[in-house]
């Protein structure tokens, strides 16, 4: 089992930034793929950003240019520094880890409870 506990929401001003940590604990981890997805009220879950192991990256369009993840494997920990947000990327935002592919939301085992961005 994996285990992983969103922080860093808040409430910002649009043009503002954030910086989003998931604390990763459980047996195996470090081999998996990390990610970051969001979740706005009444819209589908989506990806937003990925590290996979190799420590490529890859980034949904809305996040290019604005959003970087980075994994700290001494700190266990994966971050989203979120910069220029936007109105449109209020949502929850939640952490995910699997062994084999973080670039689908249906293929994701392990799942964080969400950290809240507000941006007006």
């Known amino acids: 089992q994996v285990q992983l506990v969103e922080s860093g929401g808040g409430s910002v001003q649009a043009g503002g930034s954030l910086t989003l940590s998931c604390a990763i604990s459980g047996y195996g981890y470090e081999e998996y793929c990390l990610g970051w997805f969001r979740q706005a009220p009444g819209e589908e879950r989506d990806g937003v950003a990925v590290?996979?192991?190799?420590?490529?990256?890859g980034y949904a369009d809305s996040a290019k240019g604005r959003f970087t993840i980075s994994r700290d494997s001494a700190k266990n920990t994966v971050y989203l520094q979120m910069n220029n947000l936007k109105p449109e990327d209020t949502a929850m935002y939640y952490c995910?880890?699997?062994?084999?592919?973080?670039?689908?939301?249906?293929?994701?085992?392990?799942w964080g409870r969400g950290t809240q961005v507000t941006v007006s």
């Open positions: 590290i996979d192991k190799d420590g490529s990256t």
């Open positions: 995910a880890a699997d062994p084999w592919d973080c670039h689908s939301v249906s293929n994701i085992n392990f």
